[in-house]
């Protein structure tokens, strides 16, 4: 729930770097062999995830076999699958077009420009690269059912493992018109492990909560665990201290989108989204997202004094008097 302002925010900034073009949700994932590994290790490979998802997208893209064309794409991490079971993944939101050589827009009339199979043998061979060249430069640590893996003979057989496996990455459908990709954009990059609406009931030793049956068509069903289980679950998914967890690449990178969003939109013909959100507190931002004013009493109608800002833009004190 604390992250609703945030969310807001970050959505409502990302409106003046969205383009009428097509957009597509790409998701890598990885073996679940890995994630033992991946958990003992977590700041070096959630960032070796990012590395080789970005890597495999600019490769391909550039490709004149695919597209030829520099594109724009948001990173996001999540670790969690429904049961708030460790699965590691990362989404990617893929801009479906991009500016080629002569700096002319380039896209492929709405269908996605790479194939699947290809998009996981690159990012298998660029992950487990990284992986390795952690391993020969000492750098990985083996805790839990990870230690086993200390052994460079164990360490081969799970790196052969994983080549020999096909690597899960698809595609979702595109999305319908820029506003749909603002309204979309938070749904994925503000998401935490369980939200509040999942959890059924609890007693003094269990949690019931949500989930989504994917081997029975994605049905929801409800499961019961212990309180400490429910705990330990949702705390698998506290990322790393100052870890960003969203990250932009390409077109869309704090270099690049001043500039060439700007270039991309001209060449377009599509018109600049404005933020509304900039720069006001929170009580401004309640009234335009809720359409209520916290400013005025709920019993008579009077005023509040009024908010005073302070030097965070979401806080505001308010004297409870009208």
């Known amino acids: 729930m604390c992250q609703e302002f945030p969310k807001e925010k970050w959505i409502d900034a990302q409106k003046e770097n ?9 998701v890598f994932t990885v073996p679940e062999e890995l994630n033992s590994i991946i958990y003992s290790n977590q700041k070096l490979l959630y960032d070796a995830l990012y590395h080789a998802a970005s890597a495999t997208l600019n490769e391909l893209s550039k490709d004149a076999k695919y597209l030829g064309a520099d594109i724009g794409y948001i990173c996001i991490l999540h670790t969690w699958g429904s049961a708030m079971n460790y699965h590691p993944h990362i989404h990617t939101i893929v801009l479906g077009g991009g500016l080629d050589d002569e700096n002319k827009w380039k896209d492929t009339g709405g269908n996605f420009f790479l194939p699947y199979g290809v998009i996981s043998k690159v990012f298998r061979g660029k992950y487990l690269d990284e992986l390795k060249s952690l391993w020969n430069d000492s750098k990985l640590k083996f805790h839990g059912t990870a230690e086993k893996y200390q052994n460079s003979y164990r360490f081969k057989e799970l790196l052969d493992k994983c080549y020999e496996k096909n690597w899960v990455t698809y595609c979702k459908e595109t999305f319908n018109g820029a506003q749909s990709v603002i309204n979309y954009l938070g749904k994925y990059t503000h998401r935490i492990a369980i939200s509040n609406h999942r959890i059924k009931s609890m007693t003094d030793t269990t949690v019931t909560y949500a989930v989504k049956d994917y081997k029975n068509e994605g049905h929801w069903k409800e499961k019961t665990i212990s309180g400490e289980e429910f705990i330990r679950r949702f705390m698998m998914h506290v990322p790393p201290k100052r870890f960003v967890r969203i990250r932009h690449y390409g077109l869309l990178s704090c270099r690049n989108k001043r500039k060439k969003i700007t270039l991309c939109r001209n060449l377009l013909g599509c018109k600049k989204y404005i933020s509304t ?18 400013c005025k009493c709920s019993s008579c109608g009077g005023n509040m004094v009024s908010p005073r800002k302070d030097k965070y833009s979401s806080s505001f004190h308010a004297h409870m008097r009208c």
């Open 18 to 26: 969205v383009l009428d073009a097509p957009y597509y949700h790409v």
């Open 277 to 294: 959100l900039k720069n006001l507190n929170a009580v401004e931002m309640i009234k335009i997202l809720y359409h209520i004013d916290v």
